[in-house]
């Protein structure tokens, strides 16, 4: 994973340090390596240097949790779209769902925002609405998630709440309480998933095959 964590950051902040390190690494890719990728392009993926220029190029859609759901939901019901997994408000969409967005309907990565806290850490800022979290992904066609992360919840008392809430026990996070417990600022962070970067800019469609040492069965 590629881990950043930004001191003074909001979640805007945080979607907007992802999109532009995701696209500064493919633009780096793409100036150093241009004879790989045409090489790629021309045994792997066949556009993938043109599919790299669009997206280094186009702003990341970005759609809240919710939004996206209704989508998925509209889509089942007029039977437009068949999914092997239940979409429903409060469920962790499944990769199928992610690719449905990015690859169907917005035809890109896109930033997926405003999660359910449920079905999220309890260390994400909880927001306005007691419902969801400040937490964000970058979905991507034919990967999925490639990013993910959240503005995180800086307030103890909130923090001890949310420990409750998610029945995990609070002497186990003494070093984590304690972080706060002396006073911090608001902060953001995401990792980013280094083997799925590589087949994002490879075209590479399974992730064992770039991965250094991958484990099979046996």
Same mark, same amino acid.
């Given at each position: &994973?590629? *881990?950043? *964590? %930004? +001191?003074?950051? $909001?979640?805007?902040?945080? &979607?907007a340090c992802a999109e532009d390190y995701l696209k500064f690494c493919l633009q780096y890719v793409m100036t150093n390596n241009l004879e790989e990728l045409k090489f790629f392009d021309q045994f792997v993926e066949k556009?993938?240097?043109?599919?790299? @220029?669009?997206v280094i190029e186009t702003p990341f859609k970005r759609v809240t949790y919710t939004e996206a759901v209704a989508i998925l939901e509209d889509l089942m019901k007029s039977k437009k779209a068949k999914f092997e997994n239940k979409v429903y408000w409060g469920v962790d969409l499944s990769s199928e769902h992610e690719k449905h967005l990015t690859e169907k309907i917005f035809n890109g990565p896109i930033i997926l925002y405003n999660y359910p806290k449920d079905i999220k850490a309890f260390y994400m800022k909880l927001n306005s609405d007691? @419902? $969801?979290?400040? +937490?964000?992904d970058v979905l991507v066609p034919r990967i999925g998630e490639i990013?993910?992360?959240? +503005?995180?919840?800086?307030n103890l008392e909130l923090l001890d709440k949310r420990i409750?809430?998610?029945?995990?026990?609070? *002497? +186990?996070?003494w070093w984590y309480r304690q972080l706060r417990e002396y006073g911090t600022v608001p902060h953001c962070g995401f990792g980013l998933g280094f083997?799925? %970067?590589? &087949?994002m800019a490879t075209g590479i469609e399974n992730i064992r095959d770039v991965?250094?040492?991958p484990r099979a069965p046996g």
């Open positions: &994973m590629i *881990e950043p *964590e %930004l +001191a003074f950051a $909001t979640l805007e902040d945080n &979607m556009g993938l240097v043109d599919r790299l @220029k669009h007691n @419902k $969801t979290v400040q +937490a964000m990013i993910g992360g959240s +503005a995180r919840e800086e409750e809430e998610c029945k995990l026990e609070k *002497e +186990a996070y083997e799925r %970067l590589v &087949m991965i250094p040492f």
